[in-house]
């Protein structure tokens, strides 16, 4: 069975060199029972290639269940796929099958495997290594003869380097990578894409398909598509809805495609040239930083004002004239997110009220004082807060290209949005 006969059989569409390999490597190790890992970010396909797997594997007449770890929540995700004792927590009326017992003797997609928790994590390892796992609320081991394809859009090298995913399992799932290109690196694979869901739309709905200019083809194909075939076809079925004119010119596409304008910092690599390591930051890492630094100048600066005006045989007129800038009002405490108590900015401008409350500037005052020093709001939680509604303003309230960019999972951002009650 050849390249072209797969795609034929599984609906790919597209001649890319990296997706023609991807499709061998999966065509060489369907027949076997290893381990696969699928990579590549959300919306490549990689559900496709775990089919490919399957249906070309001795397993093909046994079961193929899909799971996406990400979607189930964390108290319930051991029991969906090993199963559950009568009684064994709250809600358990009856005995269950897991998808492990269910799927014995077929093949088990586990989809968004980085989202697993790493108590599950234990129990996956188990049943890779043993094929043995237990039920919850159970004592008694059990079999299965199952066959694993994990797929992530997420760097599992980076969560195990931040202790978020098992190294072990990492390695014992990775036996044979398969990465699968986003839609961007498959040059005109595009078009052709993009042609075949316009001309799916129209058939669909008896209408004619939309034909692009040369200058969009090419508007089109220069797009970074970052939810990748999704996005593509939501955009094909988008023009042939609401364009009346069956041809479109670039001028016009460009209207559905959203701005890539994106005002955060660039992401930061530093590449350790005596290890190889490679420490990667994220974006709101970076304008903490950012902030922090621009604080400690501003203590700098204001610490060098103070000296320049104190040592200085001008410095105590200086202060005399412009007393007004140095006004404070005496015991006017604030408390910052530290528990650092900082004297309240007052403006030069006075009210009826203040005349009589307020003390002039007192340089032996100042001297007292001078380590006392202004801490600006830096509450990480605030800034969070407004990365989040940024991303989402940005992207039209989309959770999911909203979590894109800001590097965090969808399941993590709805958590986020509901903690701040956005």
């Known amino acids: 069975m050849d390249i072209q006969t797969i795609k034929n059989r599984f609906g790919i569409i597209g001649n890319s060199d990296h997706l023609n390999f991807a499709i061998k490597v999966a065509m060489q190790v369907a027949p076997t029972d290893m381990t696969v890992l699928i990579t590549g970010e959300s919306g490549v396909g990689k559900e496709s290639f775990s089919k490919i797997i399957h249906q070309l594997s ?10 996406n770890c990400g979607a189930i929540p964390e108290g319930t995700i051991d029991s969906e796929l090993f199963g559950h004792e009568k009684g064994s927590f709250t809600g358990a009326y009856d005995s269950r099958k ?6 014995d003797g077929g093949t088990i997609f586990l989809d968004e495997i ?12 188990r049943v890779l290594e043993n094929g043995e796992y237990i039920r919850v609320g159970s004592s ?6 199952v ?21 072990d399992l990492y390695y014992r799932l990775n036996t044979v990578p398969i990465f699968v290109p986003p839609l961007r690196d498959r040059g005109e694979d595009i078009e052709l894409l993009f042609r075949k869901f316009t001309s799916d739309f129209a058939e669909k709905h008896h209408v004619n398909p939309i034909k692009l200019t040369a200058e969009a083809k090419q508007a089109l194909m220069s797009y970074r598509y970052p939810g990748n075939i999704r996005q593509l076809k939501n955009l094909a079925d988008q023009i042939s809805l609401l364009e009346m004119e069956r041809e479109v010119d670039k001028d016009i596409l460009l209207k559905y495609l959203p701005q890539e304008g994106n005002m955060m910092p660039a992401l930061y690599k530093n590449q350790d040239s005596s290890s190889g390591a490679k420490d990667n ?5 970076i304008l903490y930083k950012i902030l922090f630094d621009m604080r400690n100048d501003v203590e700098e600066l204001k610490k060098l004002v103070h000296n320049v005006l104190k040592n200085e045989n001008y410095g105590e007129e200086i202060l005399k004239d412009n007393e007004d800038l140095f006004e404070v009002k005496q015991n006017e405490f604030k408390e910052n997110a530290e528990g650092l108590r900082t004297p309240y900015l007052l403006d030069s401008r006075k009210t009826d009220n203040d005349e009589d409350a307020s003390d002039h500037f007192n340089l032996e005052d ?9 801490e600006e709001s830096l509450s990480l939680e605030k800034k969070e807060k407004e990365m989040i509604e940024r991303a989402l303003s940005k992207n039209q309230n989309k959770r999911k290209y909203a979590a894109r960019d800001l590097g965090i999972s969808e399941r993590t951002l709805y958590r986020k949005i509901k903690q701040y009650d956005l």
């Open 58 to 67: 001795a397993r093909k007449h046994g079961q193929f269940i899909a799971v």
């Open 98 to 103: 897991g998808y492990f017992e269910v799927t």
């Open 114 to 125: 980085g989202e697993m928790p790493l108590p599950t994590q234990s129990r996956l390892l």
């Open 140 to 145: 008694k081991v059990m079999k299965t003869d």
């Open 147 to 167: 066959r694993v394809v994990a797929a992530t859009n997420v760097n599992l090298i980076q969560a195990v380097e931040k202790g978020k995913f098992r190294e």
């Open 281 to 285: 930051f994220s974006e709101r890492d």
């Open 366 to 374: 100042y001297q007292d004082a001078e380590h006392e020093v202004e």
